[in-house]
């Protein structure tokens, strides 16, 4: 699947509180960080830039699969 390229940082920081039982526990300056324990804990940085880069958004998306334990397809599912 391609990436979109006009995804914005407020977008993943929703669509992963929604859809994937992350939560917001602080904000350092425009990084929004974001920390869910199921199935393990896992603790991410997620910019509030507008459109994210691509390298940024590759490196969330790859992190939250591995910790969630899924692909990128589904991650990106309604996104």
Not at 7 to 25: A, E, F, T
Not at 37 to 52: E, G, Q
Request: aromatic share 4%; charged share 25%; proline share 6%.
């Amino acid at each position: 699947m391609r990436l979109p390229r006009d995804v914005s940082g407020d977008q993943v920081i929703s669509h992963l509180c929604r859809n994937w039982d992350y939560k917001q526990v602080s904000q350092v300056g425009s990084h929004v960080i974001l920390v869910t324990d199921s199935p393990t804990h896992h603790r991410i940085p997620v910019p509030r830039h507008r459109p994210l880069g691509i390298g940024i958004f590759k490196t969330i998306l790859r992190e939250v699969c591995e910790a969630k334990k899924i692909t990128q397809d589904v991650l990106l599912r309604n996104l």
